[in-house]
């Protein structure tokens, strides 16, 4: 194997990595080896939450029975400096080892940051006939990542806890993990049968895939080796600690609680997402009815009755009463844009059963009766809606979205009354499992459809400190136009204006629409 020589220590020479950044990436492998094979042999290590914290006392066998007052002084106060060496010494290599993966990272960053940037055009074009090269982290990576083959377990989890960073922050690297390395490490972390140190490694693999998945949840891989580990491994170190909340005992919890109050938190939902169709009705007026008439429609019909308002025939031949009743379907509607003050600075007319020399009666005609009425209509639902999309974006989405993480990844076991031990449940509070799963599922939908569509009137959900953002907040006026009203006028238009058939301008029963921006 080549070498270099720095020293008196031995460099590797990594293909794609700087000779610069080899000491460093060496050095950081080292010291955080020398962690985990001195001072963590018992203990699992969260490699993205490691702080350099006090070591716990160590327990120290009680000494003979000494001579005298003396001699007992004496022993306590060397007993008192050992124990103070030790610790002391813990901490510098703790500090040691987070000090040189601090200096790897900050030099991986700056190196693998400078990318070549020139105007000159013969060389960006020999630069896209070359071989797309490895990039420097993920040539560390794969050089620390082949240490998890070593047969000593101290160096597998040092290797990891250097890996676990890089994944974390390249994506590159954790493409090309995912595809090509994950599944057959997690069958060998399953594997491993070497005791107490084996499940360390395998509790330390549950936090890196633990981070990834509720990281990068667009990826069902890192959730789905998640799984994996719970099935085959279940018996880990970090569940048993008295520091660490075991993840499938916090399952359990959160899925009895939903199990408790699921059905209530259903009812409330139901209701203000009822509430919430309510208002989108009125804000976003429907075509062909009252709209006290009509039941609150879902939100997710809104894609439907953009494709059903392109869909009028307007040549001749029709029928009479469909005629009718959408030349009175559309005056309505846009008597109601009128007097909201939507089409401001356009002319609106509507002709019914008449020529071009002699209009009907228009929709400004029409609006001062209802002028008043309509506006606080959309006044107050708009207010309405806004307290709803409030209350449900903070408080009910969380609750949805948890108990749903619950009831899907939690076991089929209880705590036996009066027992401290699991049992299996019964085959109806499965079944009530499933019908509360699917049913929490179909409101979550319904509620993402009602903050989606509140979103798209200017109603954006409060962060978390209760306020919107101030680019954000919705308008105190009503002045945005609604995208299907403007396609209608422009269908229209364009029907009234273009193709032969639909020239003639002598029919019975004609609607013009003028609309000028």
Not at 87 to 112: D, H, P, Y
Not at 125 to 150: G, M, T
Not at 269 to 274: P, R, T, Y
Not at 404 to 420: E, K, T, V
Request: charged share 25%.
């Amino acid at each position: 194997r080549s070498s270099t020589t720095s020293g008196a220590v031995d460099l590797p020479k990594i293909p794609g990595v700087p000779p610069d950044l080899i000491p460093l990436l060496v050095e950081a492998l080292k010291s955080t080896r020398k962690v985990f094979q001195k001072d963590e042999t018992d203990t699992a290590v969260n490699p993205f939450q490691l702080e350099e914290d006090e070591p716990a006392d160590h327990n120290v066998a009680a000494a003979a029975a000494p001579a005298s007052a003396l001699n007992s002084v004496l022993n306590r106060l060397q007993q008192n400096n050992i124990d103070q060496a030790a610790a002391k010494n813990v901490k510098q290599r703790r500090r040691r080892m987070l000090e040189s993966q601090q200096q790897f990272f900050t030099a991986l960053g700056r190196l693998g940051s400078n990318k070549r940037n020139t105007n000159n055009l013969q060389e960006q074009q020999q630069h896209l006939h070359q071989k797309p090269k490895k990039s420097i982290p993920f040539a560390c990576f794969h050089y620390v990542w082949k240490l998890q083959e070593h047969k000593l377990m101290d160096v597998r989890r040092g290797s990891l806890n250097v890996c676990a960073k890089l994944l974390a922050g390249d994506d590159h690297v954790r493409h090309v993990w995912t595809s090509n390395h994950m599944l057959e490490w997690l069958h060998s972390v399953v594997a491993a049968r070497n005791g107490e140190a084996a499940m360390l490694w395998q509790s330390e693999t549950k936090w890196v895939l633990q981070v990834l998945a509720d990281t990068y949840d667009t990826e069902p891989k890192y959730m789905v080796g998640l799984r994996l580990l719970h099935q085959r491994c279940p018996r880990t170190v970090d569940m048993a600690s008295n520091t660490h909340v075991s993840p499938i005992a916090q399952l359990r919890v959160d899925r009895d609680f939903a199990m408790l109050h699921g059905r209530k938190e259903c009812e409330i939902v139901e209701k203000l997402v009822g509430r919430a169709n309510s208002c989108l009705f009125v804000l976003v007026p429907r075509i062909g009815g009252e709209q006290d008439e009509v039941s609150a429609p879902s939100a997710d019909d809104d894609d439907e009755d953009d494709d059903l308002d392109g869909d009028i025939d307007w040549e001749e031949g029709d029928e009479q009463e469909a005629q009718e009743a959408h030349a009175t379907a559309v005056e309505q509607t846009l008597a109601v844009m009128e007097a909201t003050g939507r089409l401001k600075g356009g002319d609106l007319e509507v002709s019914l059963q008449g020529d071009n020399d002699n209009p009907g009666p228009t929709a400004s005609a029409a609006a001062p009766s209802t002028d008043d009425k309509n506006s606080e209509k959309l006044v107050l639902a708009r207010t309405k809606l806004e307290r709803i999309s409030k209350s449900l974006s903070t408080r009910h989405m969380k609750r949805l979205t948890s108990w749903l993480h619950a009831l899907s990844n939690a076991d089929h076991l209880i705590q036996q009354p009066g027992s401290s031990s699991l049992v299996a449940m019964s085959k109806n509070q499965v079944r009530d499992i499933a019908e509360l799963r699917n049913r929490l599922l179909q409101l979550k939908t319904a509620v993402s459809s009602i903050l989606a569509s509140a979103n798209k009137l200017s109603i954006v959900a409060p962060t978390e400190d209760g306020s919107a953002a101030p680019e954000a907040r919705a308008p105190t006026n009503l002045t945005n136009v609604p995208r299907r009203h403007e396609n209608l006028a422009r269908s229209m238009q364009r029907r009234r204006l273009g193709g032969a058939g639909s020239t003639s301008m002598q029919r019975s029963n004609r609607i013009q629409v003028k609309y000028r921006r």
